[in-house]
């Protein structure tokens, strides 16, 4: 597998970064197994860091931590707000949608989110726009807008 990752790097000019590159079992790693990647040996690791620092635990099983995903989205979140008080609705709104959904949904593929979670953290998004009264309350019409 790693002679076809290389022969496509070449084909398609692609340089691997192999300080970057990783192997990761979910078990136990087979005893002396070398992995070679562009004639360098690639570490075997039980713990990495993917794009924005999500960290991957793959001792038993594999484990992953998505709260720096929703700490960068409730960050972005709070800034847009804090900077557009006073503004229509709608111009929030539209703020939050270009600026935090992008955070939000980035790489969900490799988290473990699920759509109730991510449903949560985008209702508190417009919860902060508009004071609602109650937390049940309803936030579909102003995510309409």
Same mark, same amino acid.
């Given at each position: 597998m790693m002679g076809l990752c290389s022969e496509y790097a070449k084909v398609n000019c692609l340089v691997?970064?192999?300080?970057?590159?990783?192997?990761?079992?979910?078990?136990?790693? @087979?005893?002396?197994?070398?992995?070679?990647? %562009?004639q360098q040996v690639v570490t075997w690791?039980?713990?990495?860091?993917?794009?924005?620092?999500?960290?991957?635990?793959?001792?038993?099983?594999? %484990?992953?931590?998505?709260? @720096?995903?929703?700490?960068?989205?409730?960050?972005?979140?709070?800034?847009?707000?804090?900077?557009?008080?006073?503004?229509?609705? @709608?111009?929030?709104?539209?703020?939050?949608?270009?600026y935090c959904l992008p955070l939000l949904i980035y790489c969900v593929g490799a988290l473990r989110l699920t759509i109730r979670q991510l449903s949560v953290y985008w209702n %508190?998004?417009?919860?902060?726009?508009?004071i609602f009264h109650l937390r049940l309350e309803s936030v579909r019409t102003l995510q309409i807008e």
């Open positions: 691997y970064n192999v300080k970057k590159t990783c192997a990761v079992i979910g078990k136990q790693r @087979p005893v002396n197994a070398q992995l070679y990647l %562009e690791t039980d713990r990495f860091r993917y794009l924005i620092g999500i960290d991957f635990n793959c001792k038993d099983t594999v %484990e992953v931590d998505v709260s @720096p995903v929703k700490k960068s989205f409730y960050a972005a979140c709070n800034n847009i707000i804090a900077k557009s008080r006073g503004v229509m609705e @709608p111009v929030a709104v539209q703020l939050v949608k270009s %508190e998004a417009f919860r902060k726009i508009k």
